[in-house]
């Protein structure tokens, strides 16, 4: 049960202020309340009213209770006036008879309640005591709604870049909670100088209680990390504390609650040795970037969060990262807005990105279900410049399906426009067609239009060189011939053959072949 | 696809809505072949077949090989191709494939 502190009711006698201008009814009202232990401050009209809170603290008093028909200024005039200096501070105002229309304004304007001349006692205590509980709730809600707010910028300040990276790493972080706090968060843990941990949390719900479950792991996280403990060790020992304890509270059990889950995903990356090993519960699978642009899955999406079963299988893969680069990461309320918009969600990155940089923001997150963080984790190396060359995409798409290919032209599109919204129609119409042309070769020709086999491409941009590259790789073996001599008996002949990689050569700014023309890369400078 | 046939000039004309893209092609090839191969008679004849692509913003190599194809189907018949056109992205596709050699292209 709540004290009187924690519920916000005062532990003092409870202080009432008495405007009214007739003393016959002011000396009732004032007698009538000490006797039942309030403590009452009476004044005769509304700028008397005025000094005493000018001189006292609002905060001291509990209620109002003011006629509404003064000699200097109406009820309602210190109603409006009170709302401005303490919209917390209920108060009742007092109406002749059939008043309708009074009562009407004085509720609307934000009256706790009202009550008809002559006053009677037993209404007078009951809505006295209704209008004084909801000072209280109205301060505590307040005093909460600070808090939350001082929590939600305690914890954007702690994820801002350069705050918690240590080593060799640096990193930028973009936040956007759902709410003015977040079960999201991102933490880094430097354990030597070359090795380094980053451990990226997500909390269902998106209240006080998931960012305290968030802080208690990051919290458990670095004391195990400092023992040397494993990280799978750590993830079971934290599934186990949910499954078993946190979930099994009665709150949850009284509630039918289906309990609290923590997607999770931890990152050891080891620059001596060129290595990340990375574990992954309920959370999307980061996205490493070697300097030249390529993307890579480190690791596989799916498996459940913790928190859901007891026996979770807790799996860590290791992957090279050599020559520096960049990891991007993200906790699902990023991939479901990137959904919901048609893009991927390293397009939406970029463009979240973007924003920061010009302070502004995206009008798109407004339609955010869920808290937002994007990390991105620079991984230094020795002349290379990292994070230059930005993914905006990375799709598999079937060997088979050439007959969707609008479907995917649509996608790549929106991508565009949200990452590169000043793109001109001709440049668009140029990457647009090339990558339709080089995928639909790399569907006829390196798959066979088998369903088993996949072309993948990937685009990312250099925001120096405003320059975007895509690649379009499938798994055949290529076709090697001389294009330059090809090119003008097709045009002069109108064969058919190799018509598809006239448009890439004309479309693209450069053109280069890796593997025999498996792998095409086209750059076009925007 | 919409064809219309004026005896008067002798100008078939072919309008194809939006892009000419691979996925369109393959919807109205049968149509412009059964066009193409039916014979025409003698008071029927047309002498030029005009493609209006007037709403078409791209055209990718597999559209480029349906134009081809009409335009192989259309000399055999001893008549001349216009394509109409207004997209300029459209325009530079049939340059850079050097479509302009073998068709009258025309701006509207």
Redesign the interface.
């Known amino acids: 049960m709540l004290n009187p502190i924690e519920a916000g009711l005062p532990t003092r006698p409870r202080r009432v202020l008495v405007v009214e201008d007739d003393p016959v009814s002011r000396t009732f009202l004032r007698l009538t309340l000490q006797k039942r232990g309030y403590h009452v401050i009476p004044v005769e009209t509304v700028a008397a009213a005025q000094r005493q809170f000018n001189d006292e603290e609002l905060d001291r008093f509990d209620c109002v209770i003011s006629d509404y028909w003064m000699p200097d200024h109406t009820g309602l005039d210190l109603l409006r006036w009170l709302k401005t200096k303490d919209p917390c501070l209920a108060t009742i105002i007092l109406t002749g008879e059939g008043e309708k229309n009074l009562v009407t304004e004085s509720l609307r304007l934000g009256a706790a309640d009202f009550l008809e001349k002559p006053v009677n006692v037993q209404k007078l205590l009951a809505a006295l005591d209704k209008a004084t509980g909801q000072t209280a709730h109205q301060r505590r809600m307040a005093r909460s709604d600070s808090a939350v707010k001082t929590l939600g910028r305690t914890q954007r300040w702690m994820m801002q870049s350069d705050r918690n990276t240590g080593g060799n790493f640096f990193s930028e972080v973009c936040f956007y909670p759902h709410a003015e706090a977040g079960g999201d968060f991102l933490g880094h843990f430097p354990v030597t100088p070359e090795v380094h941990c980053c451990l990226l949390t997500d909390v269902s719900g998106h209240d006080l209680q998931a960012a305290y479950i968030s802080a208690y792991f990051h919290g458990i996280f670095h004391g195990m990390l400092l023992r040397a403990a494993p990280l799978p060790e750590i993830f079971g020992h934290f599934n186990e504390f949910l499954v078993r304890d946190w979930n099994q509270t009665e709150q949850l059990q009284v509630q039918n609650a289906i309990g609290t889950s923590l997607a999770a995903a931890a990152l050891l990356l080891d620059s001596r040795q060129q290595l990340a090993s990375v574990i992954l519960c309920g959370a999307p699978v980061p996205i490493y970037v070697s300097p030249d642009g390529r993307a890579q899955a480190l690791g596989e999406s799916g498996g459940p969060p913790l928190g859901w079963f007891p026996d979770l299988e807790i799996r860590t893969t290791v992957h090279s990262i050599g020559g520096g680069g960049t990891i991007y990461w993200w906790t699902d309320g990023l991939a479901d807005l990137a959904e919901a918009q048609g893009v991927h969600p390293l397009c939406l990155a970029f463009a979240l990105q973007q924003a920061k940089e010009r302070a502004l923001k995206l009008p798109l997150l407004d339609e955010a279900k869920d808290d937002i963080l994007f990390a991105a984790i620079f991984l230094p190396a020795a002349d290379v410049e990292v994070g230059l060359l930005q993914p905006l995409l990375v799709e598999n798409y079937r060997g088979d399906q050439?007959?969707e290919?609008?479907e995917f032209a649509a996608a790549w599109r929106r991508n565009l426009k949200l990452a590169l919204p000043e793109l001109s129609?001709?440049v668009e119409?140029?990457i647009?067609?090339a990558m339709?042309?080089a995928v639909?070769n790399a569907m006829k020709h390196g798959c066979a239009r088998q369903a088993e086999k996949t072309v993948r491409v990937q685009a990312s941009y250099h925001r120096l060189q405003r320059l975007l590259r895509v690649w379009v790789e499938d798994p055949g073996s290529g076709h090697q011939f001389d294009f330059a001599a090809h090119v003008d008996h097709t045009?002069?002949a109108?064969i058919?053959e190799h018509?598809?990689l006239?448009?890439i050569m004309?479309l693209a700014h450069a053109v280069k072949f890796e593997r025999n023309g498996a792998t095409v890369i086209m750059e076009f400078q925007l | 696809m919409k064809t219309y046939l004026d005896p008067k000039t002798g100008i078939l004309t072919v309008t194809l809505k939006g892009d000419l893209v691979s996925t369109a092609a393959d919807q109205v090839r049968g149509q412009m072949t059964a066009l193409l191969e039916t014979p025409t008679s003698p008071d029927a004849t047309w002498k030029l077949f005009r493609l209006d692509l007037v709403t078409a913003k791209m055209v990718d190599s597999v559209g480029l090989n349906f134009i081809i194809t009409i335009l192989k189907a259309v000399q055999k018949n001893g008549a001349k191709m216009q394509i109409l056109y207004t997209n300029q992205n459209v325009h530079r596709t049939f340059l850079f494939t050097r479509l302009d050699q073998h068709i009258e292209l025309v701006k509207i």
Do not use: I, P, S, T
Request: glycine share 4%; aromatic share 10%; proline share 0%.
């Open positions: 050439d007959y290919v609008d129609e001709m119409h140029d647009l067609l339709r042309e639909l045009a002069q109108l058919d018509r598809g006239m448009f004309n």
